[in-house]
T-cell receptor, first 109, second 113 residues
Framework: EDQVTQSPEALRLQEGESSSLNCSYT??????LFWYRQDPGKGPEFLFT???AGEEKEKERLKATLTKKESFLHITAPKPEDSATYLC??????????FGQGTRLTINP | KAGVTQTPRYLIKTRGQQVTLSCSPI?????VSWYQQTPGQGLQFLFE???????NKGNFPGRFSGRQFSNSRSEMNVSTLELGDSALYLC????????????FGSGTRLTVV
């Protein structure tokens, strides 16, 4: 059975303190690994798609990387507005995403 | 451009009743997926439709059903509601090339009492 596990469950950082979120996956025939951001009361907002090991993508203070077993979301010099739940999801191409439980990130000013 | 629109935003229903939720995808998106989000289970896949055909279904009982219309709008129905069906129901749409990302709506918060 396909599975995605995220760690830590929650992370509290000071503004400007860089860190990384982890996403471990066992998805048969992985065709894509997605990162989403979700704010309270809203639907997930698309951030990145990664396709193959070694791939990296960046957007503002966020950088996502992918290995054969894990993906990392690196947050550099975060700001309070980066506070949200970050979700990782994998797909084997069967038109469905398998989501992790998410990491709840809080950035204190 | 308009995003994915889900209606209603909030619903309160009684056990045993049935409910219908609606989703209008982004213009041009022909794939519509439905997910259930709960604090305990996270986001779980319900089903996916493309050009009015269900292409994939998650591990949910037959009380959960859906359909898609020729204009790509989709509805999901839950019959004989149970307390455990209380959740945020999210709809996502995408182009045929899913790799460009799925766009989610803000969801329908269903409470079963």
């Amino acid at each position: 059975e396909d599975q995605v596990t995220q760690s830590p469950e929650a992370l509290r950082l000071q503004e400007g303190e860089s860190s990384s979120l982890n996403c471990s996956y066992t998805v048969s025939g992985l065709r894509g690994l997605f990162w989403y951001r979700q704010d309270p009361g809203k639907g997930p907002e698309f951030l990145f798609t990664l396709y193959s090991a070694g791939e990296e993508k960046e957007k503002e203070r966020l950088k996502a990387t992918l290995t054969k077993k894990e993906s990392f979301l690196h947050i550099t010099a975060p700001k309070p507005e980066d506070s949200a739940t970050y979700l990782c999801a994998g797909t084997g191409g069967a038109q469905k995403l398998v989501f992790g439980q998410g990491t709840r990130l809080t950035i204190n000013p | 451009k308009a995003g994915v629109t889900q209606t209603p935003r909030y619903l309160i229903k009684t056990r045993g009743q049935q409910v219908t939720l609606s989703c209008s995808p982004i213009s041009g998106h022909r794939s519509v997926s439905w997910y259930q989000q709960t604090p305990g289970q996270g986001l779980q896949f319900l089903f996916e439709y493309f050009s009015e055909t269900q292409r994939n279904k998650g591990n949910f009982p037959g009380r959960f059903s859906g359909r898609q219309f020729s204009n790509s709008r989709s509805e999901m129905n839950v019959s004989t509601l149970e307390l455990g069906d209380s959740a945020l129901y999210l709809c996502a749409s995408s182009l045929e090339d899913w790799a460009l990302g799925y766009t989610f709506g803000s969801g329908t918060r269903l409470t079963v009492v």
